[in-house]
């Protein structure tokens, strides 16, 4: 069920927020109605992820992780086996393709497989730069460098004898 909500009010009193808009906009285009193959999201610690798909049947050369940029793709494509002959077929062997919308700044660290789970972990990791600095508040008149107040004649010449 889509319901069409105008975010224009919204996108006029934020800054940076274009992607969340376009996300909410769009709907369900990073989710599909694909249920296979099950997985888990577990939280492991503040900035902290793991994800596991159950991916039994499958070997380590027949799955692809790709990460790009705020978007995980895992996808699966099982080789042919048409030297078997099966009674009842009840193990999924068919190809997959699951997508996972990533925040920014978070990172595949690691993935594994191990009895049939495929484990990949994620870390969220702020660059320091975007991280909250607090601001100094100061005019110019309240400014000091070197001992001298800024503006001063004493400060100019000080600072003409350093450029020179």
């Known amino acids: 069920m889509r319901t069409n909500v105008d975010f224009t009010p919204?996108?006029?009193?934020?800054?940076?927020?274009?992607?969340?808009?376009?996300?909410?906009?769009?709907?369900?285009?990073?989710?599909?109605?694909?249920?296979?193959?099950?997985?888990?999201?577990?939280?492991?610690?503040?900035?902290?992820?793991?994800?596991?798909?159950?991916?039994?049947?499958?070997?380590?050369?027949?799955?692809?992780?790709?990460?790009?940029?705020?978007?995980?793709?895992?996808?699966?494509?099982?080789?042919?086996?048409?030297?078997?002959?099966?009674?009842?077929?009840?193990?999924?062997?068919?190809?997959f393709e699951r997508r996972f919308a990533l925040g920014d700044y978070v990172q595949v660290r690691e993935a594994e497989l191990k009895d049939g789970l495929l484990s990949i972990v994620l870390v969220r990791e702020i660059p320091e730069e975007m991280k909250p600095r607090k601001i100094e508040i100061g005019g110019s008149q309240a400014r000091q460098i070197g001992g001298l107040q800024a503006g001063s004649a004493e400060n100019e010449n000080a600072e003409n004898e350093a450029a020179a």
């Open 10 to 95: 919204f996108r006029r009193s934020t800054i940076g927020f274009d992607r969340l808009f376009d996300l909410l906009e769009n709907g369900t285009s990073l989710t599909s109605a694909e249920n296979y193959p099950p997985f888990d999201l577990e939280q492991e610690g503040e900035d902290r992820y793991r994800i596991s798909l159950a991916v039994a049947g499958f070997r380590e050369e027949e799955i692809d992780i790709i990460a790009k940029q705020n978007l995980l793709v895992v996808s699966g494509r099982k080789a042919e086996q048409n030297d078997r002959s099966f009674v009842h077929r009840g193990i999924a062997t068919r190809s």
